[in-house]
T-cell receptor
């Protein structure tokens, strides 16, 4: 099946610094990637939808200037948490769609990135 | 808006026990329904899905039936194994366009013991 990777798997940073998380589709081209945030014992909350070559579409309540998303190629999307603060600590998960594959609109998920801001 | 409610865990069962994880939803129109599974250290994987009322999704011994009258999509398995220990997420998608956005429940952790 389609494989999606994320890097890093975990990161610890100081308050005020920026952190970049990468999401890669390893064996397929993903025209659309999604970024989710998951708090402990809560569901995955969609943050934004990223389309290759265009600006991301952010969900209501998500600060686009704080969570910068770039989808410059069909296999890579990045999420940059700018000026991170402790309340940004969370588990960030990406997914990718392979519209050209047999799975159609199915989303394939990465393993997630644990961000801890001190 | 759309929402998914699933039973809180953790659910602890002995091997070969019967499993039910309840899931109910609120959505406009006719959503597609999904169960995802997340094994430790791995990403979410699609376990099964159903796209219209009365459809039954099944995979790896798990099954769930799309019940529009009760807005439910309960996950069942007749005999669980230790290897089924994971977190299970119920989700729906009501987008008919290319976005296909998913709305997730909170997840239910299943622990199967010998």
């Amino acid at each position: 099946g389609a494989v999606v990777s994320q890097h890093p798997s975990w990161v610890i940073c100081k308050s005020g610094t920026s952190v970049k998380i990468e999401c890669r589709s390893l064996d397929f081209q993903a025209t659309t990637m999604f970024w989710y945030r998951q708090f402990p014992k809560q569901s995955l909350m969609l943050m934004a939808t990223s389309n290759e070559g265009s600006k991301a579409t952010y969900e209501q309540g998500v600060e686009k200037d704080k969570f910068l998303i770039n989808h410059a190629s069909l296999t890579l999307s990045t999420l940059t948490v700018t000026s991170a603060h402790p309340e940004d600590s969370s588990f960030y998960i990406c997914s990718a769609r392979d519209p050209g594959g047999t799975a159609g609109n199915e989303q394939f998920f990465g393993p997630g990135t644990r961000l801890t801001v001190l | 808006g759309n929402s998914v409610t699933q039973m809180e865990g953790p659910v602890t069962l002995s091997e070969e026990a019967f499993l039910t994880i309840n899931c109910t939803y609120t959505a406009t129109g006719y959503p597609s329904l999904f169960w995802y599974v997340q094994y430790p250290g791995e990403g979410l994987q699609l376990l099964l899905k159903a796209t219209k009322a009365d459809d039954k999704g099944s995979n790896k011994g798990f099954e769930a039936t799309y019940r529009k009258e009760t807005t439910s999509f309960h996950l069942e398995k007749g005999s669980v194994q230790v290897s089924d220990s994971a977190v299970y997420f119920c989700a729906l998608s009501s987008d008919t366009g290319t976005a296909s956005k998913l709305t997730f429940g909170t997840g239910t952790r299943l622990q199967v013991t010998l």
